[in-house]
């Protein structure tokens, strides 16, 4: 069974890479997703650029994978050629509301906490997005932060709800849909079923809050994610955050579970790894302690097919080559091909058997199983049945995996 879920995960990766995948437009966006540009870099860069002949179509492929305003800063150094100007007010404009977003998450973060978090006195973490961006890019307006990114003990999400609805916040399912949730039923619901909340603050900034921060492996289970926390001064405020070597491997985690399916998570690979904070070598020991070594050096290796200005040749191997595949695919931003590819992953957490030891591989699918088989909260948003009924819940929730499960077949052999 397992070798033929290796297979079947392979080809279809493999089936799914085309030789275009390699053209100057999608190699062009790849190389100015980095921080810094060398020398070598800066020449083939503007080689890639007299390549282009859609410069919108190469704009809004940014904007649309969230490194525009990275691309717009590598263009003013390098020059703007004659067919993009016509869109640089565009650009500029799209990069100056981004970095206002992102001082309002700034604003939005320290009240969330100050008015939240530190009246109830429970430890937290604020992972990923504005305080990564703080952190390690050479400026807040960098990177793309579309929420707040907060994990906290699972005991403590409740109060934690019920303090921010005092304040003004309004509660949101996981997923954003069906509206704001009021009303005390709904609230239990979420909390029962839901394994993260969102909040919608007052000036409108998302914040997600996560009991811990792993899903079906328990790959960090180890780890004492809130008793091995660093300090980062926040405008006056001192918040709680990863360690560099901790983050740079939960990251690597999360963008290869998505698929790199974003060009600011080969940033974020950037910014660590170009950090004086960061220690590769202790980075790569804790992957070992954790199991996911595999993950780690294909992240590294496909930092430096990202860099390199040496060619891409289809016929290149490695496996940092196959998350480089994985980025490349979903350039186009088409979420149903993303989809169809996560439903080839191993627990729903990872693509390749290489990526982690064996014992996370069937946990993470053991895990997997045991959340397809418990109600989930959409569940309860489409049928909201009382407390009493809700057992009904189990049963239908079998059906419709049945059905779900025999569409994909029909799918596949059609």
């Known amino acids: 069974?397992?070798?033929?879920?290796?297979?079947?995960?392979?080809g279809f990766v493999f089936s799914m890479f085309e030789p275009s995948i390699l053209k100057p437009f999608n190699r062009l966006l790849?190389?100015?997703?980095?921080?810094?540009?060398?020398?070598?870099?800066?020449?083939?860069?503007?080689?890639?650029i007299g390549q282009i002949s859609d410069w919108q179509g190469l704009f809004q492929t940014a904007a649309r994978n969230h490194s525009l305003p990275l691309m717009a800063r590598h263009l003013r150094s390098l020059g703007y050629p004659d067919a993009a100007r016509p869109f640089i007010d565009e650009v500029q404009a799209a990069v100056a509301q981004q970095a206002i977003h992102?001082?309002?998450?700034?604003?939005?973060?320290?009240?969330?906490?100050?008015?939240?978090?530190?009246?109830?006195?429970?430890p937290f973490v604020v992972f990923k997005g504005i305080t990564l961006t703080r952190r390690f890019y050479p400026d807040l307006g960098l990177r793309p932060c579309r929420d707040i990114d907060i994990a906290i003990e699972s005991d403590n999400l409740e109060p934690l709800i019920r303090k921010a609805l005092s304040e003004g916040y309004v509660l949101y399912a996981p997923n954003g849909k069906g509206g704001g949730l009021s009303r005390e039923r709904d609230i239990i619901a979420l909390l029962?079923?839901?394994?993260?909340?969102?909040?919608?603050?007052?000036?409108?900034?998302?914040?997600?809050?996560?009991?811990?921060?792993?899903?079906?492996?328990?790959?960090?289970?180890?780890?004492n994610?809130?008793?091995?926390?660093?300090?980062?001064?926040?405008?006056?405020?001192?918040?709680?955050?990863?360690?560099?070597?901790?983050?740079?491997?939960?990251?690597?985690?999360?963008h290869a579970r998505h698929l790199w399916s974003r060009l600011h998570w080969l940033s974020d690979l950037d910014a660590l790894l170009r950090s004086p904070q960061m220690n590769l070598d202790?980075?790569?020991?804790?992957?070992?302690?954790?199991?996911?070594?595999?993950?780690?050096?294909?992240?590294?290796?496909?930092?430096?097919?990202?860099?390199?200005?040496?060619?891409?040749?289809?016929?290149?191997?490695?496996?940092?080559?196959?998350?480089?595949?994985?980025?490349?695919?979903?350039?186009?931003?088409?979420?149903?091909?993303?989809r169809r590819m996560a439903l080839h992953?191993?627990?729903?957490?990872?693509?390749?058997?290489?990526?982690?030891?064996?014992?996370?591989?069937?946990?993470?699918?053991?895990?997997?199983?045991k959340t397809m088989l418990t109600p989930s909260f959409h569940q309860y948003q489409m049928i909201p049945l009382p407390a009493a009924l809700q057992w009904l819940y189990y049963p239908t929730r079998?059906?419709?995996?049945?059905?779900?499960?025999?569409?994909?077949?029909?799918?596949h052999s059609g």
């Not at 069974?1 to 392979?10: L, P, S, W």
């Not at 980095?34 to 503007?46: G, K, M, N, S």
């Not at 040749?313 to 993303?338: A, P, T, V, Y």
């Not at 995996?401 to 799918?411: F, I």
Request: glycine share 8%.
């Open 1 to 10: 069974m397992g070798a033929f879920f290796k297979e079947n995960i392979t």
């Open 30 to 48: 790849l190389l100015l997703s980095v921080i810094e540009l060398t020398e070598p870099q800066r020449v083939f860069a503007q080689h890639l």
């Open 102 to 122: 992102n001082l309002k998450t700034v604003s939005e973060l320290r009240k969330f906490v100050e008015n939240c978090i530190h009246p109830l006195g429970m």
């Open 192 to 223: 029962k079923y839901a394994r993260s909340a969102v909040l919608i603050s007052p000036s409108g900034i998302a914040i997600d809050l996560q009991p811990g921060i792993d899903k079906f492996s328990g790959i960090f289970d180890r780890y």
């Open 225 to 254: 994610v809130f008793d091995n926390l660093q300090s980062l001064d926040f405008g006056g405020l001192s918040l709680p955050v990863l360690p560099p070597e901790f983050l740079f491997n939960y990251i690597c985690h999360h």
């Open 282 to 338: 202790r980075a790569r020991a804790m992957a070992d302690r954790l199991g996911q070594r595999g993950t780690i050096d294909a992240a590294v290796e496909l930092h430096s097919l990202v860099a390199t200005p040496a060619p891409w040749d289809e016929k290149m191997q490695g496996h940092g080559w196959e998350f480089l595949r994985l980025c490349l695919l979903n350039l186009s931003g088409d979420l149903e091909l993303e």
């Open 345 to 369: 992953m191993i627990g729903g957490e990872f693509m390749f058997r290489w990526q982690a030891d064996e014992y996370l591989l069937q946990k993470a699918r053991r895990n997997w199983i």
């Open 398 to 411: 079998l059906m419709q995996l049945g059905v779900d499960g025999m569409r994909r077949k029909l799918g």
